[in-house]
Antibody, heavy 120, light 108 residues
Framework: QVQLVQSGTEVKKPGASVKVSCKAS????????FNWVRQAPGQGLEWMGWISAYNGNRNYAQNLQGRVTMTTDTSARTAYMELRSLTSDDTAVYYCARGGRLAPVNLDYWGQGTLVTVSS | EIVLTQSPGTLSLSPGNTATLSCRAS???????LAWFQQKPGQAPRLLIY???SRATGIPDRFSGSGSGTDFTLTVSGLEPEDFAVYYC?????????FGGGTKVEIK
């Protein structure tokens, strides 16, 4: 069965960077992509971007351009999301979700979420 | 960026009732690329509906989606106790995906 398992809770200071991982199993890794979605405490869902595990194409949310980098490692079957220059506004649960191979469509399977807390 | 507005913010219903949730887009959603998700406290969202009206794998047929252009609806017929949750719509017809603000379906 399809599973996405994310890395654990992170606590960071303002100005630091965080890198969250998402290990996939149960399907052909390079036939899909990965979306990243975050949710601030008590708030709704915010799409951060998508990366294709097929050809490496990326599409980032405009408000995060320049601060976010998404990568994949096919041999490790893992996707990564790095966010830099953290502020308290980046405190959220970060989710990976499987998406399309050529476009960020059909977020059909989700990881369990990774809590990132930014605090001095 | 397409802005999605969900209404109502909260829906208070009893088990067995029918829930009708609305999602209105600020511009037409290309190819009907509109999805619905369910989220329960402390859990990741779950895909219910994609492409406006197609049910995702394993989703019961009491969940149905409809609409076109800028107006979309999620209907849950005969609410079960496990259906009380927050529901989000999402469009993926543009390169910048967006979510609605959510509708909470609570037990009356």
């Amino acid at each position: 069965q399809v599973q996405l398992v994310q890395s654990g809770t992170e606590v960071k200071k303002p100005g630091a960077s965080v890198k969250v991982s998402c290990k996939a199993s149960g399907y052909t890794f390079s036939s899909y992509g990965f979306n990243w979605v975050r949710q601030a405490p008590g708030q709704g869902l915010e799409w951060m971007g998508w990366i294709s595990a097929y050809n490496g194409n990326r599409n980032y949310a405009q408000n995060l351009q320049g601060r976010v980098t998404m990568t994949t490692d096919t041999s490790a079957r893992t996707a990564y999301m790095e966010l830099r220059s953290l502020t308290s506004d980046d405190t959220a649960v970060y989710y990976c979700a499987r998406g399309g191979r050529l476009a960020p469509v059909n977020l059909d399977y989700w990881g369990q979420g990774t809590l990132v807390t930014v605090s001095s | 960026e397409i802005v999605l507005t969900q209404s109502p913010g909260t829906l208070s219903l009893s088990p067995g009732n029918t829930a009708t949730l609305s999602c209105r887009a600020s511009q037409s959603v290309s190819s009907g690329y509109l999805a619905w998700f369910q989220q329960k406290p402390g859990q990741a969202p779950r895909l219910l509906i994609y492409s406006t009206s197609s049910r995702a794998t394993g989703i019961p047929d009491r969940f149905s989606g409809s609409g076109s252009g800028t107006d979309f609806t999620l209907t849950v017929s005969g609410l079960e106790p496990e259906d009380f949750a927050v529901y989000y719509c999402q469009q993926y017809g543009t390169s910048q995906l967006t979510f609605g603000g959510g509708t909470k379906v609570e037990i009356k």
